[in-house]
């Protein structure tokens, strides 16, 4: 199963693909093991094998499952006009990440404003950058510094680019700074190019915990937008989270 679910993982992050060959290098399994999964994967509709090409690719099945259980908290649809108005006020690309079982941060929502010019896709990397995007940033400042550790040594430190953060004084700060300010920034450590201010959305649940949720984030190019012209829009950012959190379907975490 563990291996299953590794397959689904590495076939998610491409986009023209995967050969058996190249799964099989990639989890360092043998070739026969690693074809009984994807068939496996496939007769259970997770996976379709290209007939042309012979690469496997996902279906929409995974994500329709976690559109289903979303909607059943109406959370999409509630969460969607508060992000487009923050879309539309901002100008930028709004993206909004939840929390999963406590463990991971996962995109689910997007909407872009109308300055958006420069096309930046809202899932370009479908793995969030604890250290180096504004929204992991984000998360991570709400968790007990032990707990942020485990995931970034899980994860990994990245350098996606020279200004990605790598050292536990650098990473401890941007911590700190969301705790005083509000917020994060992200100003081309995920990637070159493009800012981000993220903003977590934190509620009481029914044991009376504080807790993170999910992560509001604005994205925009830097071409385009200073640093400065960003973190101008971090008020209106986090009125918008404060909102999602005011109407964020409590649960425990039990």
């Known amino acids: 199963m563990r291996r299953g679910l590794q397959l689904i993982e590495i076939i998610s992050e491409g986009d023209s693909g995967w050969s058996l060959s190249d799964l099989a290098r990639l989890l360092d399994v043998n070739k026969v093991i690693v074809l009984r999964l994807l068939n496996e994967l496939v007769a259970a509709g997770y996976l379709y094998c290209r007939s042309d090409n012979g690469l496997y690719e996902l279906t929409f ?3 329709n499952l976690g559109l289903r259980k979303l909607s059943q908290t109406r959370l999409l649809d509630q969460s969607s006009e508060i992000l487009k108005d923050l879309a539309i006020m ?7 990440a939840v ?3 406590t463990v991971k941060i996962t995109w689910v929502l997007a909407h872009a404003g109308s300055k958006r010019t420069l096309q930046i896709d809202p899932n370009y990397r479908l793995e969030i950058g ?3 995007h504004a929204a992991g940033k ?4 709400t968790l007990d510094p032990k ?5 970034i040594h899980q994860q990994g430190i990245q350098k ?3 200004y990605s953060k790598s050292t536990k004084k650098e990473i401890e700060a941007d911590w700190k700074f ?3 300010n509000g917020f994060s920034i992200s100003y081309e450590e995920n990637e070159i190019g493009v800012g981000a201010i993220a903003s977590p959305i934190v509620i009481t649940d029914t044991d009376m915990v504080r807790r993170c949720v999910g992560v509001v984030s604005i994205g925009a190019p830097v071409y385009r937008t200073s640093k400065k012209e960003l973190l101008a829009l971090a008020p209106l950012l986090i009125d918008k989270t404060q909102a999602l959190g005011k109407i964020w379907p409590i649960r425990s975490l039990e």
Do not use: D, N, P, Y
């Not at 984000?138 to 400042?141: C, D, G, I, T």
């Open 160 to 162: 996606f680019t020279e």
């Open 147 to 151: 707990i942020s550790w485990s995931f």
């Open 138 to 141: 984000a998360w991570l400042s």
């Open 61 to 63: 099945k995974l994500s």
């Open 130 to 132: 604890l250290t180096t």
């Open 90 to 96: 901002s100008g930028e690309l709004v993206r909004l």
């Open 178 to 180: 969301v705790q005083k």
């Open 99 to 101: 929390v999963e079982s």
